[in-house]
Nanobody, 125 residues
Framework: QVQLVESGGGLVQAGGSLRLSCAAS????????MGWFRQAPGKEQEFVAR????????VYADSVKDRFTISRDNAKNSVYLQMNNLKPEDTAVYYC??????????????????WGQGTQVTVSS
């Protein structure tokens, strides 16, 4: 199993940017698809983005497409979420997640087996 720790959240004005980081433990990080989810108060958990184990393929929720970019550095056991042009509706706790098993991909919470503790992102209007 992969242990995950997120960082980089905070308070930002609308139109601003933040970069979230997720540090993973384990020597097999490079074999896991990685994703970001978010959950706003009173709302269900929402898929944000996913990147394949090699980094060759990415997928985004329509709500963040063209504003957010997911990337990874397998040498540093890390995955990132660059968030630009932030909007108040992006306010949520953001969670990093690792795929259910090596080389496995999917965009639903059930497709992920390890989760970080979350980092708060607040966008003021």
């Amino acid at each position: 199993q992969v242990q995950l720790v997120e960082s980089g959240g905070g308070l930002v004005q609308a139109g601003g940017s933040l970069r979230l980081s997720c540090a993973a433990s384990g020597r097999t990080f490079s074999t896991y698809s990685m994703g970001w989810f978010r959950q706003a108060p009173g709302k269900e958990q929402e898929f944000v983005a996913r990147i394949t184990y090699s980094g060759a393929f990415t997928v985004y929720a329509d709500s963040v497409k063209d504003r957010f970019t997911i990337s990874r550095d397998n040498a540093k056991n890390s995955v990132y979420l660059q968030m630009n042009n932030l909007k108040p509706e992006d306010t949520a706790v953001y969670y990093c997640a690792a795929g259910l098993r090596p080389y496995y991909g999917g965009n639903y919470p059930k497709d992920f087996g390890s989760w970080g503790q979350g980092t708060q992102v607040t966008v003021s209007s």
